[in-house]
């Protein structure tokens, strides 16, 4: 048996890819950190089909807790698998964050690093003692950072997901002699609870999104989390430092 950890799978993109990996036959540790309760609601959707998952906190804009959050992780590997070892690990934690440029502050540009940067930088550097030679690593970006995402409003977020998609293609480089995989998934808009549950507060929006849609809808957690599983599984054994985008098309005559 194989084992994922995918961070900030209380709801969501992350949610989706821990059970459609879990569904394809993978032990799993899902992170969260402030949703307890929906980090219960995947366990309890991964062990109602008969895999087996363990949640454990953790927030991804704290880089002093990740040697702890290690040792957790080592022992839910030893207590619930009996390894030492983890194969897969998808870096999907994060928070969306509008402002235009003249009103970005320097607090907002630190928390995006923090969090959507600095964090799975240093996660991965944490982690990848544990990480088994031939696994793969998915780098959950964003549509924002490509041609056909851009957005006013998105420059510090963009920028930090574009920044995750280089990072990416490095850790490619630098990992390849163990055999290990790097991709990034960009998600183009997507129905999740992201920016404070955006689209059940401003519905208004979707249809404008939907016409851009060249696949003529909008884009649900399910539709990314198939192609993280894909990425990190057998599917993706030939697939390396590359980011795919997952938007229905979105923009597509740009």
């Known amino acids: 048996m194989t084992i994922a950890i995918v961070t900030g799978a209380s709801s969501g993109i992350g949610q989706s890819a821990a059970i459609e990996i879990a569904s394809r036959g993978a032990g799993v540790i899902l992170t969260y950190s402030g949703n307890e309760a929906g980090a219960r609601d995947t366990v309890a959707t991964i062990a109602g089909s008969g895999g087996t998952a363990v949640a454990l906190p953790l927030d991804v804009g704290l880089t002093s807790t990740f040697p702890a959050f290690r040792d957790a992780v080592a022992l839910a590997l030893r207590e619930t698998w009996q390894r030492t070892t983890f194969d897969h690990l998808v870096n999907n934690a994060g928070f969306g964050h509008m402002a235009m440029f003249a009103d970005t502050t320097e607090d907002d540009f630190d928390r995006l690093s923090r969090v959507l940067l600095k964090g799975p930088y240093f996660l991965t550097q944490t982690l990848l003692p544990l990480l088994a030679d031939g696994g793969a690593i998915v780098n959950v970006a964003s549509g924002s950072a490509s041609w056909s995402g851009l957005t006013p409003g998105y420059s510090a977020y963009g920028t ?9 293609r490095y850790l490619a480089k630098e990992l390849s002699p163990r055999g290990i995989r790097v991709n990034s998934i960009s998600p183009g808009s997507t129905r999740t609870r992201i920016a404070g549950d955006a689209f059940a507060r ?35 054994r030939w697939i390396t430092a590359q980011d795919i985008e997952v938007s229905g098309g979105f923009n597509l005559g740009f």
């Open 202 to 236: 401003y519905p208004e929006v979707i249809p404008g999104l939907v016409a851009k849609t060249a696949l003529g809808r909008l884009g649900e957690p399910e539709d990314v989390g198939v192609a993280i599983a894909a990425l990190v599984g057998t599917d993706g």
């Open 160 to 168: 930090m997901k574009a920044g995750l998609v280089t990072l990416s």
